[in-house]
């Protein structure tokens, strides 16, 4: 069964700083990978996922995550934070096969400062 | 604009009350999900379904049972409720096949006293 880790519980940011939040999954197969966002008090919002081709993905709100296979990660990326985007971030993956879920990390609280 | 609509967003239920948590998708997808979030854990996924009548358990199936007899709906029960299953229920809908597509309600915020 696939799984997934997430390095940082939580992130304190200054404003135009630089953002880079891990993900490592654990599966030997073909995976899909996603990151979610959670903006206080409001429900689950894709910021951009995996399915193939290009590694480097672009998502919502300037963020990018880059898939390296070898190394089984998904690292979310934001060359410049805002407050904005303080928020409780989830990286996901589900394995490419029939009868499988959607498998979360734990979380990461990003706390940005003005 | 479809949707997965889950019928309550709050919900107090007293401990050894059986408790039904309703989901229903308009979107033809044949998978569907529960999941319950919690501080510091994530989402972790209760059960799922990827057809009528069909169940898979997750990583926390202890305590609770699940419930699909139409393709749109897919019904969480807690047996008898308990404390610890005091948290905030999130149920989703996807397609089988990438890109899978999912979507999620708004949450059920049970509390069990």
């Known amino acids: 069964a696939q799984s997934v880790s997430q390095h940082n519980h939580h992130v304190i940011l200054s404003e135009a700083a630089s953002l880079e939040l891990g993900c490592n999954y654990s599966?030997?197969?073909?995976?899909?990978l996603f990151w979610y966002v959670q903006y206080p008090g409001q429900h689950l919002q894709l910021l951009l996922k995996?399915?193939?081709?290009?590694?480097l993905v672009k998502g919502i709100k300037g963020f990018e995550a880059e898939f390296i296979k070898s190394k089984f990660s998904f690292n979310l990326r934001k060359p410049s934070v805002q407050w904005s985007d303080t928020a409780e971030y989830f990286c996901?993956?589900?394995?490419?096969?029939?009868?499988?879920?959607?498998?979360f990390g734990k979380g990461t609280t990003l706390s940005v400062s003005s | 604009d479809v949707k997965v609509t889950q019928s309550s967003r709050y919900l107090v239920k007293r401990t050894g009350e059986k408790v039904f948590l309703e989901c229903v998708q308009d979107?033809?997808?044949?998978?569907m999900f529960w999941y319950r979030q919690d501080p510091g854990l994530g989402l972790r996924l209760i059960y799922f379904?990827?057809?009528?009548?069909?169940?898979e358990k997750g990583d926390i199936p202890e305590g609770y049972s699940v419930s699909r007899e139409k393709k749109e709906r897919f019904s969480l029960i807690l047996e008898s409720a308990s404390t610890n299953q005091t948290s905030m229920y999130l149920c989703?809908?996807?397609?089988?096949?990438?890109?899978?597509?999912?979507?999620f309600g708004s949450g059920t915020r049970l509390t069990v006293v």
């Open positions: 989703a809908s996807s397609r089988s096949t990438a890109p899978y597509g999912y979507t």
């Open positions: 379904s990827y057809d009528v009548k069909m169940k």
């Open positions: 996901a993956v589900i394995a490419n096969q029939a009868g499988t879920a959607l498998i």
């Open positions: 995996y399915f193939s081709g290009d590694p």
């Open positions: 599966y030997g197969g073909t995976v899909n």
């Open positions: 979107m033809d997808h044949e998978n």
